[in-house]
């Protein structure tokens, strides 16, 4: 009897639950194609599964990973709620153990993804499609689809783990993991071989969830972008040779969105900037994992007038000492709120106008509907009074009792409250007069505006900080009123920090944070709000999480651990 990938995983990875769906799967051995093949839809069923599973992949655990152990994001300690047994501080002051649940949700996500590409590929690949009326294209396409979908859970997976298991068919057990070097070159052969028969992109189509040849272009100057984290070796030259391409529209028709939120609003299906996403339409595959994680229990009902209350959990990290001083004046990772200027549109607080036109993209100060004038209360430290959001961790409501004066209080992750920290709005939500855009965003994973960053980081890198700044500010323009940047990027200013500013700017929120920061060595050496420099570089990569080990003895552990 075969052991399809899919079955090996359920050992591996036993008692995981596949967060993207609420289908109980059954597999068969004896099952061949033909059998459960019958039409167009059929096939189309099964490609579309494996990319509802990358839709779930590239939220929580993995988002957690990349943003919670970085410079801009926290989970503070908010009185009795969130302590979660030390989790979240450990992985804030980088101290994670093999034993810990986000490693271990996005080691055994990495793995199921890439089981569920690759077997729906190989299924594929035994069809003959005129059979169904389809066409050789159409089955390079999908095939191609499936091999960039691959990839895209080995490129994700490396950056986590470094070299990990190689699976090209449905057989095998215990399988060992793959050097860093040799996965790698799995990935950049995938690419390579998908860009050459997806189709591209026309002038006006949609983005409707499909990988298009811009998307694995993208994926492959991503690895290369990363590959001296990666394998050790500089590959700025072949990052940069694709990123232009892409730009100049050999890929396919892209272009940046003229607006700041046309790449996330309720139409970025429309945005020519998207280069790949994640479909997302009101009890459709919502795309709302955030909205509960991020907001107040209040901020769901009156806010955003949508059922139930949010958790109160995550929140941007400070940009401010509890006595009001700027963290930034001292160091120049973190600081996320207070790195956009003041001019700039994206730091207006989130307000809902209408017909899905909205300004603003945080939560910040007093929280008054703007639409209904209602009040957002506190439940806990201010029950009963109007919540405003604070850019400060500290336990203000015990000045006069624990501590006799703002500049008595502790700034750290236990050191929450209610109305802790400015919340993130990235993704529009209406009220309920229109709830038919609920939702309605789609996820992006591939913007154009990456490609544009990633050819200017690695002009910058050769000596090249004109074009650079060029090309930043092409983007920054548009945060602007009448286009009119106050502080564009220039020649002088334009240094290593300067460009993590400018990721972390766009990016915020985009689940991309950690990576940057290695690329730039200043993951385990940097400083920011209360997190001081490891100096581990074993760091850099998380462990191979103790379920895995337990479940595969030819598993090896990652160095330093």
């Given at each position: ?34 059998t ?39 989970i503070?300690t ?9 989790e ?13 649940g ?18 729906t590929?190989?299924?594929l ?6 059979d169904f ?37 449905l ?39 499909a ?7 993208t994926?492959l ?37 003229s ?12 945005s ?11 009890k459709?595959?919502?795309?709302n ?23 109160n959990?995550a929140?941007?990290?400070p ?19 207070e ?5 700039d ?9 209408s017909?899905?036109k ?15 004038g209602?009040?957002?209360k ?30 008595d ?7 929450g ?35 544009y ?23 920054r ?16 200013n ?20 950690r990576?940057?920061?290695?690329r730039?060595k ?5 400083k920011?709000?209360?997190?001081t ?20 003895n030819?598993?090896?552990q990652?160095?330093?651990?």
């Amino acid at each position: 009897m075969k052991f399809k990938i899919y079955i090996l995983l359920g050992i591996m990875l036993s008692g995981f639950i596949i967060g993207c769906t609420d289908l109980e799967e059954e597999w068969h051995d004896k099952v061949v194609p033909s059998t459960f093949f019958k039409s167009e839809t059929d096939i189309k069923a099964a490609l579309y599964r494996p990319f509802t599973h990358a839709r779930w992949y590239v939220t929580g655990d993995r988002w957690n990973l990349q943003e919670h152990t970085a410079d801009q994001f926290a989970i503070t300690t908010k009185g009795p709620h969130w302590y979660n047994g030390g989790e979240n501080e450990r992985y804030h002051y980088h101290k994670w153990t093999i034993n810990d649940g986000w490693i271990w949700g996005t080691w055994r996500g990495t793995l199921m993804g890439v089981a569920l590409a690759l077997d729906t590929k190989q299924d594929l690949e035994k069809l003959n499609y005129e059979d169904f009326a389809l066409t050789q294209a159409d089955k390079d396409d999908h095939v191609s689809q499936l091999s960039a979908l691959v990839a895209f859970f080995y490129l994700r997976g490396m950056d986590y783990f470094g070299g990990l298991p190689i699976f090209t068919s449905l057989e095998g057990d215990n399988v060992p993991r793959n050097t860093d070097k040799e996965t790698y070159a799995h990935v950049e052969k995938l690419l390579k071989d998908a860009i050459t028969k997806l189709p591209a992109k026309k002038a006006g189509q949609k983005e409707e969830g499909a990988l298009k040849k811009a998307a694995a272009a993208t994926m492959l100057a991503q690895l290369y972008f990363n590959a001296e984290a990666y394998i050790g070796e500089a590959k700025y030259d072949e990052a940069a040779a694709i990123c232009q391409k892409i730009v100049d529209g050999e890929y396919g028709a892209y272009e940046l969105d003229s607006d700041w939120f046309g790449a996330h609003d309720f139409y970025n299906d429309e945005s020519p900037e998207i280069i790949w996403s994640m479909p997302s339409q009101f009890k459709k595959l919502e795309y709302n994992w955030f909205a509960n994680y991020f907001y107040h229990y209040d901020h769901m009902r009156v806010y955003f007038a949508a059922e139930g209350g949010g958790w109160n959990g995550a929140h941007l990290q400070p940009s401010r000492r509890p006595d009001n001083s700027l963290y930034k004046t001292d160091f120049p990772l973190g600081s996320p709120y207070e790195k956009y200027n003041d001019a700039d549109l994206r730091k207006q607080p989130y307000a809902y106008k209408s017909a899905g036109k909205y300004t603003g993209m945080f939560l910040v100060g007093d929280q008054i509907s703007p639409i209904t004038g209602k009040e957002c209360k506190g439940t806990e430290e201010y029950k009963g009074k109007l919540l405003s959001m604070v850019d400060k961790v500290g336990r203000f409501s015990e000045v006069g009792t624990t501590y006799s004066s703002v500049n008595d209080l502790p700034s750290n992750m236990s050191q929450g409250e209610e109305n802790t920290g400015v919340r993130l709005v990235k993704v529009p939500i209406p009220p309920r007069a229109d709830d038919n855009l609920r939702w309605g965003a789609d996820h992006p994973v591939i913007r154009l505006t990456e490609v544009y960053y990633m050819l200017a980081e690695c002009k910058m890198r050769a000596g090249q900080k004109q074009a650079a700044a060029d090309l930043i500010n092409k983007v920054r323009k548009r945060n602007f009123a009448s286009q009119t940047d106050p502080d564009p990027v220039t020649t002088a200013n334009l240094d290593k920090f300067r460009m993590l500013d400018e990721w972390g700017i766009e990016f915020l929120g985009e689940g991309r944070r950690r990576t940057d920061l290695i690329r730039w060595k200043q993951f385990v050496t940097g400083k920011w709000w209360d997190h001081t420099p490891t100096n581990s570089e074993h760091l850099r990569r998380f462990p191979v999480p103790q379920n895995a080990l337990s479940g595969n003895n030819a598993l090896v552990q990652n160095p330093g651990y």
